[in-house]
């Protein structure tokens, strides 16, 4: 795994919605859909969790396991 001394480069440029909804997304398609795993991997309340897939699906967002 890369440290945060090479992955951080590759951010700029990125604005942190981006990058988190990346993360979230990508976390998501880890936890093969499950939010509840995925919501504690990342700190994140479940409710915050449900917010923001509800928000990237409504944006037009692939998110794993909704729909």
Same mark, same amino acid.
Request: hydrophobic share 35%.
């Given at each position: 795994?890369?440290?945060p001394h090479e992955i951080v480069?590759?951010?700029?440029g990125s604005t942190v919605e981006a990058i988190e909804r990346?993360? %979230?997304?990508?976390t998501l398609?880890?936890?093969h859909g499950?939010? =509840?795993h995925a919501a504690r991997l990342l700190g994140l309340? %479940?409710?915050?969790?449900?917010?923001k897939i509800r928000?990237?699906? =409504?944006d037009g967002a692939d998110v794993?396991?909704?729909g």
């Amino acid at each position: 795994m890369p440290s945060p001394h090479e992955i951080v480069p590759m951010l700029i440029g990125s604005t942190v919605e981006a990058i988190e909804r990346e993360l %979230v997304l990508q976390t998501l398609a880890r936890c093969h859909g499950n939010r =509840t795993h995925a919501a504690r991997l990342l700190g994140l309340s %479940v409710r915050t969790m449900r917010n923001k897939i509800r928000q990237y699906a =409504t944006d037009g967002a692939d998110v794993p396991g909704h729909g």
